[in-house]
């Protein structure tokens, strides 16, 4: 898991923080129909998730909030056109500002109103309700994750 100390995120630490989000999932009785992967560090969540979960129907949206480990105004690089859930479960690395998470919700309820969160770490930053998290870390850690 992610620490003060240990700044890296390791395969093992990401198998077990996506299981608490699959338990937490199931704990909760939500059934999902789809799984939206938010582009790039979101999707290897949205693949495992896709997995475990046995959901077939994933997509994925493409963000920009980083550039050389400098933030920037968020932009949507990518949103698939043909986009139909019944309710779906957004996912994404981590939340740090709160931008992104924004961003897509401005566009997904567009489509529907029926979808929930799932974020592997938490800063902490933002007001926004996620409803499954990983791990809550410290708002000024920048975190190394294993595909980085």
Known sequence: MVTEENKKLTWTDFDKLTNKIIQNIHDSNIKFDAIIGIVRGGLFLAGQLSYKLDIKKVYTINTQLYADKQLISPKVLYFPKDIHFKNALVVDDILDTGA?????????????????????????????????????????????????
């Open 100 to 148: 992104t998470f924004n961003l897509i919700n401005d566009l997904l309820k567009q489509i529907s109103d029926n979808y929930h969160w799932a974020i592997l770490l938490d800063k902490g930053k933002s007001n926004e309700k996620i409803d499954f998290i990983g791990q809550n870390i410290n708002r000024d850690i920048w975190v190394e994750f294993p595909w980085n």
